[in-house]
């Protein structure tokens, strides 16, 4: 039978065929021909990424428990750095939450977590670690989140490079040095992986994989100062957006890659921009929350938070935006005019991506807890209590709640399994 990496190969072989005129190698926007809508043999949707969509809306159509216990934890995260990172995500080729034939033998998903050492594992619901690959990325490893297609997991690490893995056996199908580190979550569709990079100077870049041979299809290297942020792909509104260091919020047309507007705020945009009813909703370092237009690049609305805004936001299905700030603050915002309908004070800094859900609002914080907010009222439902900051988002499965620290004062971060109690 054949493997894996042939099986990519090739899928890549006719990608390229379907493709012809697309270029391998870096260029500007505006020079490549490339269809990202064309025909190809690869998965068109991701079984599984961060922020759970193309449009990073961070909404999950779960019920969260009343009351949870901590069913185990793993080490995960050894380094300090300011940043949220290691979020688990569910193995699976049917949405978040996995499918049969990835179930482990307690009938649950498995997940797959990539945490600041450097290391990708693949983790059963009993704890079992299935695989383990790792890369040389220094002391910063992997801070972003792997999307899963094609049976292959792509994520990006701190050496610059992004990685296909085969979400199987963990083996290693092909590596593409792109810059001087990746700490954005690649967003996959159709074939293509899309990424935020670092670059030297500092600069960066926006790029799209061929995601079965890790060829660049097309690139744009007009984000400056070292982008974190995780794209959002909304293809109703025809737009690619992402956010930069320097404040400014990119788009581009979408399947056209042409450059279409900029928004320029007072701070570094660092977490992913989520879409929702024709606008780009993210936060800044500047203190503020923004709701953009799609079309134009206009604000629509903005909201004063009490400090910096780093984390996604998340957006349920009635527009209500849940977003987090140094504050300590849960916010829940009317997506419509940003105005306020609750804030909930957490006891420290919130950095990392929220997670909504049909009852609860989760949101890790500083404090070395796991909230889960009641999503009408803005009202503490629990919390779960670990040993280090929580600045991953979390993952909610129809069996349990994931989500990692940061290492700390007592040691180096884990990842925990929360069950109903």
Known sequence: ????????????????????????????????????????????????????????????????????????????????????????V????????????????????????????????????????????????????????PAVANGTAYVGAYDGACYAFDAATGERLWRTQLGQAIGASPTYYNGLCYVAVEHPDPSGSVVALDAATGDVRWIDRRPTDRPHSTVALARNAGRLVVGANDGICYAWTFPGFERAWTFETGGPIKGPVAVADGLAVFGSWDG??????????????????????MGGAAVDPGGTVYVGSHDGHLYALDGTDGRELWRFDAGGALIGSVTATRNRVLVGSYDRRLYAVDAATGREAWHAAGRGHATSAALVTDDAVYYAERAGEAGPGRVYRLVAA
Request: include cysteine; charge should be neutral.
């Open 90 to 145: 569910a193995v699976g080729d049917r949405g978040d939450r996995g499918d049969r034939g990835d179930r482990g033998d307690r009938g649950a998903p498995d997940v797959l977590v990539a945490d600041d050492a450097g290391r990708l594992r693949r983790v059963g619901p009993g704890k079992e670690v299935r695989w383990t690959a790792t890369v040389e990325a220094g002391t910063k490893g992997f801070h972003g989140t």
């Open 288 to 309: 503020r929350v923004y709701g953009v237009r799609l079309d134009d690049g206009g604000e629509a609305w903005s909201f004063a938070a009490g400090a910096d805004v």
């Open 1 to 88: 039978m054949p493997t894996r990496r042939q099986l990519l190969g090739s899928a890549g072989a006719a990608v390229a065929s379907s493709l012809a005129g697309c270029v391998a190698s870096p260029r500007a926007s505006g020079t490549v021909e490339l269809d990202p809508l064309a025909s190809t043999p690869l998965d068109e949707f991701a079984a599984t990424q961060f922020r759970l969509g193309l449009r990073n809306r961070g909404y999950v159509d779960a019920t969260v428990p009343d009351r949870v216990r901590v069913d185990w934890s793993l080490s995960a995260n050894r380094g300090d750095h300011t940043a949220a990172k290691a979020t688990p």
